[in-house]
């Protein structure tokens, strides 16, 4: 496919009338054609008035029509074939591998959403009937669906060039609600976007859609972001990247006459607690898979450990050599951006030079100059609680050892943790007690919990939790992988005495669409005949 290094509206290809630019091979430092012509804040209001026109006819979308139009843009998405993997190696210096398994992760998602879609029970129908006979007053006929929020910002994320972009997890979620997206192309992976927003338009026009439900665009980040998110045609919002840009967004939204919802995925450092147990086992293989989780996709993971918590004595002793041994043996891979390399580069030099902490190992630069050596620094407990330096995240391979002297010190620490993606421990059946006390705390500070594993990689489910308390998310309700997901963007509306003739399809006693629906109170399976 030809790049044309334009946006695209409503399945239009439009020429932006503001500067240009391109995106860059990490590696090399080279730029990358085409260039990119980047949106104007009036030119962006024709995909933000598209999408609110789309938005009456694709929000009422029947299940089946609604569900072979999510598999057509997955389909579409592996049609692309090897151009696609191409281009984003090109453009993020991320491994074709990484990149193939992250591709299928973007149209498994879409997959997996259809199939929501099909079974319907996101609509949430609850159906209380009419009781007229009784006393002291009759009860009206009520009846209740969730509904799509309206037209939806999603915002590119810089890490995940497939899952998390033009069509990944939040592009999915609220194609799936049925709220039309405008999406905001990340500009460090300018042409890998393109080449998905055109299997999403293709899809689009391919379904007999109005053209509005998707449309891409290219702008100066934090410019037409902004009005992005205050134009009053959008109704939600979807982000993953850096609190700065997050909370930014959160004020936008905020100030708007009508202020909307925004789904932002932070900043979280995803302690993971070893307990004695642990120890008495492989500590060298513990440690390497420590060093692996932090030093995997050059750490640029929102889920990569940035801090353990080890025992202090001996095994805690081994522990930390075996650490070091390890991170020393691994090699610096190219990062994201220049940006984001000299982001790491700060980070570390920050944490290195905080009181009490020291350097524990570090490995060698990678082959280019976005290729800094991965580091694991080391610190006690007490340095920890009392230092806020050593509670910042550092996108990248880095991460810190804080030693603790029993559960109360655990307890201290991880009451001062803000809140986070994931919280991991490695424990065996001895430590279980202690666990069991630690594990209340974490509940407040952290969406999901692992047992014995590690936080990297997220599994996209039906139980799956990808969110937590702020700052690792903006609202600690949601989750932006799985299922659950489309939540977000639905909200209810209860119909109160409606004929027949007046109510949705999935609130008429003939439930044309096939649901599961509350009637009530009692779950009543599709299968069994109308009972309203």
């Known amino acids: 496919m030809n790049l044309t290094g334009h946006s695209l509206i409503a399945g239009q290809t439009v020429d932006g009338k503001g500067k240009t630019a391109n995106g860059f091979n990490p590696a090399t430092g080279q730029p990358l054609e085409p260039a990119y012509s980047l949106l104007t804040n009036a030119q962006l209001q024709a995909a933000t008035s598209a999408a609110k026109e789309a938005f009456p006819s694709f929000s009422n979308l029947d299940p089946e029509t609604h569900a072979t139009f999510l598999e057509a843009i997955a389909e579409n998405i592996d049609a692309i074939g090897g151009e696609l993997i191409t281009r984003a190696v090109q453009e993020t210096g991320l491994p074709a591998a ?34 007229p006979g009784r006393t002291p007053l009759p009860r009206a006929d009520i009846r209740q669906r969730q509904i799509p929020l309206g037209p939806v910002a999603v915002f590119g994320a810089s890490n995940f060039p497939l899952a998390f972009s ?70 939600a919002v979807g982000f993953t990247g850096s609190r700065n840009a997050g909370t930014a967004l959160m004020r936008t939204a905020a100030a708007r006459p009508e202020p ?59 522990l930390a050599a075996a650490v070091g041994r390890a991170v020393s043996a691994s090699a610096g891979q190219t990062m994201l951006t220049e940006g984001i390399a000299a982001s790491w580069n700060t980070g570390t030099e920050a944490l290195g030079s905080a009181a009490g902490v020291e350097l524990i190992g570090q490995g060698t630069p990678g082959p280019t100059e976005n290729a800094p050596a991965p580091a694991i620094f080391g610190t006690g407990v007490e340095q920890f609680t009392t230092n806020d330096v050593l509670h910042q995240e550092i996108f990248g391979a880095a991460s810190l050892v804080i030693r603790y002297a029993g559960i109360e010190d655990l307890l201290q620490a991880a009451s001062r943790i803000e809140g986070q993606l994931t919280a991991t421990l490695q424990l065996t059946e001895t430590d279980y007690p202690e666990a069991a006390r630690l594990l209340p705390v974490l509940e407040q500070k952290v969406g999901r919990i692992l047992v014995n594993g590690w936080p990297t990689g997220v599994e996209v489910g039906h139980a799956m939790v990808h969110g937590g308390p702020f700052p690792a998310t903006s609202d600690s309700r949601t989750t932006s992988v799985g299922t659950l997901a489309i939540n977000r963007f639905l909200r209810p509306v209860a119909y109160q005495d409606l004929p027949q003739e007046l109510l949705p399809e999935p609130l008429q006693d003939a439930n044309p669409w096939h649901l599961n629906r509350r009637i009530d109170g009692t779950v009543v399976p599709a299968a069994e005949a109308p009972s309203a």
């Open 98 to 131: 990484r990149l193939q398994g992250e591709r299928a992760r973007t149209t498994g998602q879409l997959r997996l959403f259809a199939g929501v879609v099909r079974q319907g029970d996101f609509r949430g129908v609850r159906i209380d009937p009419a009781q």
């Open 166 to 235: 033009t069509a990944g997890g939040d592009t999915a979620s609220a194609l799936a609600a049925g709220c039309p997206v405008v999406f905001k192309a990340h500009n460090a992976h300018p042409g890998t976007s393109e080449l998905v927003g055109h299997a999403v338009t293709q899809a689009v026009a391919d379904a007999g859609l109005h053209p509005g439900v998707f449309s891409l665009v290219y702008g100066p980040g934090a410019d037409i972001g902004q009005a992005l998110v205050a134009d009053p045609a959008i109704k």
């Open 260 to 318: 909307i919802p925004v789904y932002a995925e932070m900043s979280s450092v995803n302690p993971v607690f070893v307990f004695e147990g642990a120890l008495r086992g492989d500590v060298d293989a513990l440690a390497q898979q420590y060093v692996t989780s932090v030093t995997g996709s050059s750490g640029q993971l929102c889920t990569s450990p940035g801090l353990l918590f080890a025992p202090a004595g001996e095994a805690g002793d081994k």
